[in-house]
């Protein structure tokens, strides 16, 4: 099978890309597509992990650390915050060195980076660290995906990409079971410490298994403008999106970090279209499959991610559940995903991405509407079809979507298109935590007051009602100390029914994004670029 590169991605007075070199792939252990696998899986599994472990370590950091709550919020604002900055940037770099020492680089760095937060005495060193932490796992995400489009042939892309979507998804989700463990038996420490001995056996497999490919017309120098302006526009949209929930929508601070990001990817847009060498040939967007794919993530993103930010909140502040039992109720969801991305991954490389991503957005789309009919007292079973039913839709997604986005691009732009696929997840993540945070703050203070009334509560001051309509914005009943127990039990019934409609809405405006996805899908095709992989040369 030929390759065929349909995408110009040269600037004006550019040559004609070349195409890969057709050296035979690497024999035996070094360089096989499947250990080539493992290998990345193992270090993915990493900066996965670390987006959700660490949230079971809050509490535990904030007490032996005397930190705030707003420093406790940065532990994991400062890690996805510097990760969706740097990945476009990233993956860049791993198209012009080469992917596997960035992803060893990335390794390493990661692996250090968390041993320094297990030994940190103060909250300003843990942010300090965490920032690295997110800066290294951006070299090492795109830098994955790099390796696996470069070694894998056509026919079983899909398959690895499924795999590898299988252990982000497994690892995402089992980051709260296994902090929970860790935290409470071992120590908070314990959930940074892990990553080393991990990010060893990464780096070992890396030297061992790992073969750099890279293309011919790869990069040679670097979009320095560029960099900046698009780190800056990045930077501007994910604060405001991170401090909008602090600041309000309608606040100037708000709007202006978003109007500042919008100049800042206009003048980025611009430069590219000048420069030699640009960081991102905008040419790439011309291929609607790859486009959709992008905004396929990104509307993703907000209905997972989004929605099941409030869920955590259900489990363990309205059904009184550990952080242990919490995430063992999210087991189905894990479970499907776990199952579901291979098979994903194979269905698509028979019938295409369009009918598995279209069908996995219809799955989720059903699977928000159902987690909006949840009660206070509903039952685990109900919980786990829904749940369940949400990991099976998100497969497909996970797997389909990134093959479009990195199957659509040269080869010689895998690394680039590796950190477009990412950064429009963490982007996702961040867009959908704050506005259906603004859906449910929005619920939660037209509804309070009046639920309040309603239950015969004495009435309550301005303030008091701010610090309550924030309490119950997170499923917790802003009980006094001392309140009879038969008031407290009103309270408690009445925060969690709001807090339920709270839920109920912004899990039906999640229900309706996935339901926008699904025409979304319908534009992505199968990556017209993904056959120049496996015959890449070898350095």
């Not at 030994?119 to 090492?140: E, H, K, M």
């Not at 795999?163 to 409470?184: F, K, Q, R, Y």
């Not at 477009?420 to 203070?445: E, F, H, N, R, Y």
Request: hydrophobic share 55%.
């Amino acid at each position: 099978m030929t390759s065929q590169t349909t995408i110009d991605t040269t600037g004006p007075g550019d040559k004609a890309p070349t195409p890969p070199s057709s050296s035979a792939p690497a024999k035996g252990l070094r360089g096989h597509p499947w250990f080539t696998l493992i290998t990345v899986a193992v270090g993915v599994m990493m900066v996965a992990l670390d987006g959700t472990i660490v949230a079971i370590a809050n509490p535990a950091i904030a007490s032996d650390l005397g930190a705030t709550f707003a420093q406790v919020q940065w532990i994991t604002n400062s890690y996805f915050l510097a990760l969706a900055v740097a990945l476009i940037t990233a993956g860049k770099l791993g198209d012009r060195f080469g992917h596997r020492q960035t992803f060893l680089i990335g390794v390493v760095g990661f692996a250090a980076a968390s041993g320094a937060i297990g030994l940190s005495s103060s909250i300003g060193t843990v942010i300090a660290f965490r920032v690295l932490q997110g800066l290294f796992g951006a070299l090492l995400m795109p830098a994955a995906l790099g390796l696996l489009r470069a070694t894998f042939p056509a026919e079983k892309l899909n398959m690895a990409i499924g795999i590898w979507g299988m252990v982000i998804g497994a690892s995402t989700a089992g980051g709260p079971i296994l902090g929970g463990v860790l935290v409470e038996h071992v120590n908070w420490q314990s959930v940074f410490f892990i990553n080393v001995p991990v990010g060893i056996i990464a780096a070992v497999l890396g030297i061992v298994m790992l073969v750099d490919h890279r293309a011919e017309n790869a990069p040679r120098s670097f979009d320095l403008l560029g960099i900046g302006l698009l780190s800056g526009a990045m930077f501007c949209l994910v604060w405001a999106l991170i401090k909008a929930p602090e600041w309000g929508w309608g606040s100037g601070q708000t709007w202006l970090f978003i109007v500042v990001s919008l100049v800042g990817f206009g003048l980025f847009a611009v430069w590219e279209q000048r420069v030699k060498e640009p960081l991102i040939p905008l040419a790439l967007f011309r291929s609607v499959p790859l486009s959709a794919g992008v905004v396929l993530m990104v509307l993703m993103a907000i209905a997972f991610l989004g929605g099941l930010f409030f869920v955590t909140f259900y489990l363990q502040n309205v059904h009184g559940m550990s952080p242990i039992d919490a995430g063992l109720h999210l087991l189905p969801l894990t479970g499907m995903m776990i199952v579901g991305s291979p098979l994903a991954g194979l269905a698509i490389t028979k019938v295409g991405p369009r009918l598995p991503l279209a069908g996995g957005m219809a799955l989720t789309a059903v699977a928000m509407f159902g987690m909006s009919t949840l009660e206070t007292d509903t039952g685990s079973g109900i919980m786990s079809v829904w749940f369940a039913l949400l990991g099976l839709g998100l497969a497909p997604v996970m797997v389909g979507a990134t093959e479009v986005i990195v199957g659509n691009a040269p080869m010689e732009l895998s690394g680039v298109a590796g950190g477009l696929q990412q950064a429009a997840m963490q982007i996702g993540g961040s867009l959908g935590t704050a506005v259906l945070g603004a859906v449910m703050a929005s619920k939660v203070d037209s509804d309070l007051a009046g639920n309040w009334a309603s239950a015969g509560l004495p009435p309550l001051s301005p303030e008091q009602q701010a610090q309550a309509s924030e309490a119950v914005q997170v499923g917790v009943a802003p009980v006094a100390e001392g309140t009879p127990a038969e008031v407290a039990a009103k309270i408690t019934d009445v925060a969690h029914d709001t807090f339920i409609s709270g839920m109920s809405l912004a899990s039906l405006v999640a229900a309706g994004v996935a339901a926008v996805a699904i025409a979304v899908a319908f534009l992505t095709k199968r990556g017209e670029n993904a056959e120049a992989g496996a015959g890449v040369g070898h350095i």
